[in-house]
């Protein structure tokens, strides 16, 4: 189904300090039954300023009246407790190649979780990198981790995709 996977800032874990037994009873009571219910900040800090060291690009994004300003939904908090159980229990499964880049000051997603999905998935054409001092967003990150990721990026799929 697929050639290759390119994973910029992967969600893969829910960290211990989110994915607490009280978080995820109440994560699965409020999406049952109160779907479109938004997360509060304690279970989901959604803050646009954990996406980029970009001043400009966050700035933008605060502007914008087009895009939802609010955390996630109940449903959507619990379909990604979910999938990342799922993806958990089944990496090694994964053996297309892999580009795993990642930031590491990513407030938004653990940052391990590219690791781990580099390390446990059975691929042998992987690879792996992390930018010590970038957010979450790597392509709209500062020109040096943006212009680096857009390179590494093409050329990855260069030799790998028909």
């Not at 999406?31 to 279970?43: A, E, R």
């Not at 690879?127 to 500062?142: C, G, M, S």
């Amino acid at each position: 189904l697929f050639e290759g996977f390119i994973g910029v800032s992967p969600l893969a874990i829910i960290g211990p300090d989110r994915a607490t037994p009280i978080n995820i009873l109440l994560a699965k009571s409020m999406q049952k039954y109160f779907p479109n219910f938004i997360l509060p900040s304690f279970l989901d800090d959604n803050n646009d300023r954990h996406i980029t060291r970009n001043e400009a690009f966050v700035e933008n994004l605060q502007k914008d009246h087009l895009r939802w300003h609010a955390g996630p939904k109940a449903r959507t908090g619990w379909l990604l407790l979910e999938s990342c159980k799922t993806l958990e229990n089944n990496l090694s499964a994964i053996s297309v190649p892999l580009l795993i880049l990642q930031g590491g000051e990513d407030k938004l997603v653990d940052p391990m979780g590219a690791k781990i999905i580099h390390d446990k998935s059975r691929s042998t054409d992987k690879e792996y990198k992390i930018y010590p001092e970038a957010f979450h967003n790597l392509f709209v990150e500062l020109d040096d981790v943006k212009s680096d990721v857009q390179i590494k990026t093409l050329q990855w799929m260069g030799k790998r995709l028909r």
